[in-house]
């Protein structure tokens, strides 16, 4: 299947600096990339959809000056969790899709610690 | 997308199949069986997929019932590393990009025991 790489697999950082993950398409483009959060021992929640070359659109309830998503390129989507608090620390997974195929691929998710 | 029901949890000896419920009884015409997993601090792998004839592959088989209301996720012998929150999915099939979001459930807790 398609190779979808997330940087960092973990990071911690210091409440109010800003954390910037990585989700890169390695074999293939990706005109649409997703965001996903997961809480311990919950499922993954739909935080935005990363369109290459326009806006993201967030879902309900996700602030988007919070949350800044970049997909500059049909194989690079980045999230930029800003002025991050211990609230925010979560696993968050991207995920992308190849034209031809109907079937998501997920990156390895990056696990962030915000202490 | 159509709702899905899972049991939480389910147990399963190594060696032995691993049979995985899932009821969608609102699914639409069109709309598809999805089936990932997500083993413990990873992301989510893609296992298989289907919409009305059951399907095998590499990694395990889906069994749609005739009326498409529930399926069967089928690993015909499981090893401890398949022990995984397994997720069935339904949604439309779309090779455009933004009708690719997947919405996840509970899930299957699958725990594969010696």
């Known amino acids: 299947g398609a190779v979808v790489s997330q940087h960092p697999s973990r990071v911690i950082c210091k409440s109010g600096t800003s954390v910037k993950i990585e989700c890169r398409s390695l074999?293939?483009?990706?005109?649409?990339m997703f965001w996903y959060r997961q809480f311990p021992k919950q499922s993954l929640m739909l935080m935005a959809t990363?369109?290459?070359?326009?806006?993201?659109?967030?879902e309900q309830g996700v602030e988007k000056d919070k949350f800044l998503i970049n997909h500059a390129s049909l194989t690079l989507s980045t999230l930029t969790v800003t002025s991050a608090h211990p609230e925010d620390s979560s696993f968050y997974i991207c995920?992308?899709?190849?034209?031809?195929?109907?079937?998501?691929?997920f990156g390895q998710g990056t696990r962030l610690t915000v202490v | 997308d159509a709702k899905t029901t899972q049991p939480p949890s389910m147990d399963c000896a190594e060696g032995r199949a691993a049979n995985l419920p899932c009821n969608h009884s609102?699914?639409?015409?069109?709309?598809?069986v999805y089936w990932y997993r997500q083993i413990h601090s990873q992301g989510p792998q893609y296992i298989i997929h289907?919409?009305?004839n059951n399907e095998t592959n590499e990694m395990a088989s889906l069994i749609i019932t005739e009326d498409r209301k529930s399926s069967t996720l089928i690993l015909p012998h499981a090893t401890l590393r398949d022990t995984a929150v397994y997720y069935c999915?339904?949604?439309?099939?779309?090779?455009?990009?933004?009708?690719?979001?997947?919405?996840f459930g509970t899930g299957t807790q699958l725990k594969v025991e010696l």
């Open positions: 995920s992308a899709n190849e034209v031809t195929l109907t079937e998501a691929f």
């Open positions: 074999d293939f483009q990706a005109t649409t």
């Open positions: 990363s369109n290459e070359g326009s806006k993201a659109t967030y």
């Open positions: 609102t699914i639409s015409g069109n709309e598809y």
């Open positions: 289907g919409l009305k």
């Open positions: 999915i339904v949604r439309v099939a779309s090779f455009t990009g933004g009708g690719n979001k997947l919405t």
